[in-house]
């Protein structure tokens, strides 16, 4: 089979670290195209739109967008409408809605539309899934604490409506926690912490609770200094289990059970190749669902201005 022709729309930061490597090393794809409004890859026809890219370059099977999630949905229609599968960076949208009518919009014209939710695929979440799957759960405490100053440097975007704040890290742990658990877990309660000079929140505090009334804390929060937080702590009949950094490392009663190098994005395109070859989509809105539901449900709390 030949390769999927692929462009990419949005060429920043994340393409260059992870895209681009995992695209190099996957049989299945062949980089053909770029549309951003400022970065090109050295080799690869470049466009300033995704309009003119389409037009330019007819033989593109699928596009991954890779744009703030504000912008996604237009480049996502049109890509569709032109007969090409769409992969969606996470979040898949700005809204709950315009991912629906995406999903409705690719099953008409009978090509694929991926929501990739990358740490799902983190090396340790699957040992973690069948882990709780094989016992009892009492309670489980979400810690996600990151400090924005170093990873989203004078990204204005993310801290517009729509760019989710604190949730653009924190549905990366919402969507190992929707994978991992074995009953679906819905809001109780959620304080949403707003800089006074933002529209997204810095900070999160989200309970949820599942049908059988089991606990699950969330703590999200981009003001943490020093070591990072990404961890998923659980209490259960066979002892305290933790998945740490993202997602890499599961330990049970303090003792590492399993560990890997970081293969997220590689994975993903894994994916994307599979549904494609397969004429389906995958589009799992769970993590978005929980986000809008905080913002829909929480308490809304000020805090002092943030400056970056």
């Given at each position: 089979?030949?390769?999927?022709?692929?462009?990419?729309?949005?060429?920043?930061?994340?393409?260059?670290?992870?895209?681009?490597?995992?695209?190099?090393?996957?049989s299945d794809?062949?980089?053909v195209?770029t549309?951003?409004?400022?970065g090109?890859?050295?080799?690869?026809?470049?466009?300033?739109?995704?309009?003119a890219?389409?037009?330019?370059?007819?033989?593109i099977?699928?596009?991954?967008?890779c744009?703030?999630?504000?912008?996604?949905?237009?480049?996502?229609?049109?890509?569709?409408?032109?007969?090409?599968?769409?992969?969606?960076?996470?979040?898949?949208?700005?809204t709950?809605?315009?991912?629906?009518?995406?999903?409705?919009?690719a099953?008409?014209?009978?090509?694929?539309?991926?929501?990739?939710?990358?740490?799902?695929?983190?090396?340790?979440?699957?040992?973690?899934?069948?882990?709780l799957?094989?016992?009892?759960?009492?309670?489980?405490?979400?810690?996600?604490?990151e400090?924005?100053?170093?990873?989203?440097?004078?990204?204005d975007?993310?801290?517009?409506?729509?760019?989710?704040g604190?949730?653009?890290?924190?549905?990366?742990?919402l969507?190992?926690?929707?994978?991992?658990?074995?009953?679906?877990?819905?809001?109780?309660?959620?304080?949403?912490?707003f800089?006074?000079?933002?529209?997204?929140?810095?900070?999160?505090?989200?309970?949820?609770?599942?049908?059988?009334?089991?606990?699950?804390?969330?703590?999200?929060?981009?003001?943490?200094?020093?070591?990072?937080?990404?961890?998923?702590?659980?209490?259960?009949?066979?002892?305290?289990?933790?998945?740490?950094?993202?997602?890499?490392?599961?330990?049970?009663?303090?003792?590492?059970?399993?560990?890997?190098?970081?293969?997220?994005?590689?994975?993903?395109?894994?994916?994307?190749?599979?549904?494609?070859k397969?004429g389906?989509?995958?589009?799992?809105?769970?993590?978005?669902?929980?986000?809008?539901?905080?913002?829909?449900?929480?308490?809304?709390?000020?805090?002092?201005?943030?400056?970056?």
């Open positions: 089979m030949s390769p999927i022709n692929l462009a990419i729309v949005g060429v920043g930061k994340i393409v260059r670290d992870q895209h681009l490597p995992s695209i190099a090393k996957n794809f062949k980089l195209a549309a951003s409004r400022h090109t890859v050295e080799g690869i026809e470049s466009f300033t739109t995704i309009d890219m389409l037009d330019a370059v007819p033989d099977d699928a596009v991954s967008l744009m703030p999630p504000q912008y996604r949905y237009e480049a996502a229609h049109k890509a569709l409408s032109a007969g090409k599968h769409v992969f969606l960076e996470k979040p898949p949208g700005a709950l809605s315009e991912v629906a009518d995406l999903e409705s919009l099953a008409s014209k009978g090509v694929s539309l991926f929501a990739s939710w990358h740490s799902r695929y983190a090396a340790a979440v699957e040992a973690t899934k069948s882990f799957a094989s016992t009892t759960i009492n309670k489980v405490h979400v810690i996600w604490k400090d924005v100053r170093h990873w989203h440097p004078n990204q975007w993310i801290w517009q409506a729509g760019g989710l604190v949730f653009d890290p924190g549905i990366n742990a969507s190992i926690v929707t994978h991992i658990l074995p009953k679906a877990i819905f809001l109780t309660g959620a304080t949403l912490e800089p006074e000079n933002r529209d997204a929140p810095i900070a999160a505090d989200l309970h949820f609770k599942n049908a059988d009334g089991v606990p699950v804390h969330g703590e999200f929060d981009w003001r943490q200094t020093g070591k990072q937080s990404w961890d998923i702590l659980s209490d259960t009949a066979a002892g305290h289990m933790e998945l740490a950094e993202g997602g890499s490392k599961l330990s049970i009663n303090g003792e590492l059970k399993f560990s890997a190098p970081e293969e997220e994005y590689p994975a993903l395109y894994r994916r994307f190749a599979e549904i494609v397969a389906k989509s995958d589009v799992d809105l769970a993590p978005l669902r929980h986000v809008a539901d905080a913002f829909m449900l929480g308490k809304r709390k000020f805090v002092e201005a943030f400056y970056d």
